[in-house]
């Protein structure tokens, strides 16, 4: 019933930028905070950003100053804008959002591939 669909994922060159997308459905998005995770071959799940219902972002030390994430809660979306990406920033991005019981839901991920 929770659907997340991340988007704006793709090959860049270092110094480029991209942004993702997540469009959710399924949750009433304007009451829930919404996190962008990334995970990269072999290694784990890491939390990149996330955004509270308030508007309030915090971001992973690694991302700072680089990327900044929003919602738009009439649109059902949150974005991931990634500037000065390293290719440190490769991996799968996924849209993340945890219900009232704290179950996680996760999108299918949007691959970014910053290669020189």
């Known amino acids: 019933q929770v659907q997340l669909v991340e988007s704006g994922g793709g090959l860049v060159q270092p110094g480029g930028s991209l942004r993702l997308s997540c469009a959710a459905s399924g949750i009433i998005f304007s009451m829930r905070p919404m996190n962008w995770y990334r995970q990269a071959p072999g290694k784990q799940r890491i939390l990149v950003a996330t955004?509270?219902?308030?508007?309030?972002?915090t971001y992973a030390d690694s991302v700072k100053g680089r990327f900044t994430v929003s919602r738009d809660n009439v649109q059902n979306t949150v974005y991931l804008q990634m500037n000065s990406l390293k290719p440190e920033d490769t991996a799968v991005y996924y849209c993340n959002v945890r219900d009232g019981l704290a179950r996680n839901y996760w999108g299918s991920g949007t691959q970014v591939t910053v290669f020189s």
């Open positions: 955004i509270t219902t308030g508007g309030t972002t």
